[in-house]
């Protein structure tokens, strides 16, 4: 009778509903972009949240699988352009070499960093060279020290558990051969340039396989600004959320949908989403 009882007592603690809830960090924030050009307001949101242009902030442009990465010369441009946006204090982080981004000497600018910056390319590349070693528990002890990491495309969808478009050979696999990410908010699947390169049902891929996530598709020049498990849309277009709920604006209302459904909704600047409770949060 006794195991009885205490089987009987596991769905309380282990209900597969606590299990897939959506969090953010605890401390810290992030902001996930979805590609493309961007205006001047991420910008000066990341300074904002770094601690202004003598904040020390670190650059990681190791997605882009560029040659100039190993010459300097990419480097050499980011700084320029994060100079000329007012950072007084930029350093560029890279290697391809998981046994180099392990070692005290290569994470050493993350250590003092109040900010980091994660730049496009293929987020496959990020998860070779820095998953599960010193370099991301130092991107973690960042956020741990109330800094910020922001990301743009490849840099967005890192930050998700799930990495969307994870396949070496093409961006156009949804579930391809690397499924983890950094996980910096936890049990979700992020995407990017969705509405400009026509995208806004691919998370569907993912979403049939795993419905226990939460999707969220970036347009470009758009984002989210996430602190704690509250979001809130900043940029240009919109976030398509898939939550397994359809939101109408005008009523505030929502209407469960069935399994299988292809809807989702979208939400523009200024709306503010809980990730964890998967609702919008009303005005």
Known sequence: MRYLLILLSLPFFFSVESLAQTQGPEKGSLIIIGGGRLDSVFYGKFMELAGGPEAEIVVIPTASGSPGLEDGSVARRIKANFE?????????LHTNDPA???TEDFVKPLTTASGVWITGGRQWRLVDSYLHNRTHQELKKVLERGG????????ATIQGSYLARGDTKTNTIMMGDHEEGMAFVTQIAIDQHVLARNRQFDMFRILDHHPELLGISLDENTGIVVQGDECEVIGASYALIYDGTMWHSETGTYKKLPPGSRQFYMLDAGSRYHLKDRKVISP
């Open 84 to 92: 000329a946006r007012g950072f007084k204090k930029v350093s560029v």
């Open 100 to 102: 180099e981004a392990d």
């Open 148 to 155: 910020v990491i922001a990301g743009s495309s490849a840099g």
